[in-house]
């Protein structure tokens, strides 16, 4: 059974530009997780995704960032015109409805913005 | 905002020496989870706990939820150098708002 999907494992990109982060979870599960991690810093949470659904995006910047759960297809992240300052790991996590809490992590995407 | 407190940040141990890393909040949690985390790679799940003084035990390791649901300990018998990495340890406030929060984490590591 596949765990959580993360690509790409590492980005680059220059200032101004847009990443995309793409995230395929755990089979069987319905709930996706979007969380960044700075250097010495721990993981915060930035959005939560159900199918077509955004459930709660209140650690997501209202500005630059969006977050979808297609029907078909992975969850995307995506970072438009980046800063410097979005420089970090990206963990995307899912879970079953049964057990939301029990949240299994990807390898995580590490941005490098230049 | 809750707040999970992690101590000690750093931890380095010879290997065989026991250890417990605590995990603290003011804030009641409807369950909680301790993580580890290998350097460029994601938090894998160790275990969760949901009930006020419980107890779990997975092999060498054994966690324990507070009776009050605001704090955990981990306890690790007879380290060894594998057990080296960072823990995390992560809660699900109580309201039921499925996201969690982290703790910064306790790097151990165990020497030979």
């Known amino acids: 059974n596949a765990g959580v999907m993360q690509n790409p494992r590492h980005l680059v990109r220059r200032r101004g530009q847009e990443a995309r982060l793409r995230c395929s979870p755990m089979?069987?599960?319905?709930?996706v997780y979007w969380y960044r991690q700075l250097p010495e810093e721990g993981l915060k949470f930035m959005v939560y995704?159900?199918?077509?659904?955004?459930?709660?995006e209140s650690g997501m910047p209202k500005e630059r960032f969006s977050a979808e759960f297609p029907k078909e297809g992975p969850s995307i992240l995506r970072i438009q015109q980046v800063v410097r300052g979005d420089s970090a790991a990206y963990f995307c996590a899912s879970s079953d409805s049964l057990s939301a809490y029990e949240q299994y992590f990807g390898p995580g995407t590490r941005l490098t913005v230049t | 905002t809750q707040l999970l407190e992690q101590s000690p940040q750093f931890l380095s141990i010879q290997e065989g020496e026991n250890l417990t890393v605590y995990c603290n909040s003011s804030?009641?949690?409807?369950?909680l989870q301790w993580y580890r985390q290998e350097p460029g790679e994601g938090p894998v799940l160790l275990v969760t706990v949901v009930t006020g003084g419980e107890v779990k035990k997975l092999k060498r390791l054994t966690f324990q939820f507070g009776d009050a649901r605001k704090d955990s300990s981990l306890h690790i018998t007879a380290a060894q150098p594998g057990d080296t990495g960072l823990y995390l340890c992560?809660?699900?406030?109580?309201?039921?708002?499925?996201?969690?929060?982290f703790g910064k984490g306790t790097k151990l590591t165990v020497n030979p």
């Open positions: 995704l159900q199918k077509e659904n955004i459930i709660d």
């Open positions: 804030s009641v949690f409807s369950s």
């Open positions: 992560a809660g699900e406030p109580q309201g039921g708002s499925e996201k969690l929060v």
């Open positions: 089979k069987g599960h319905s709930h």
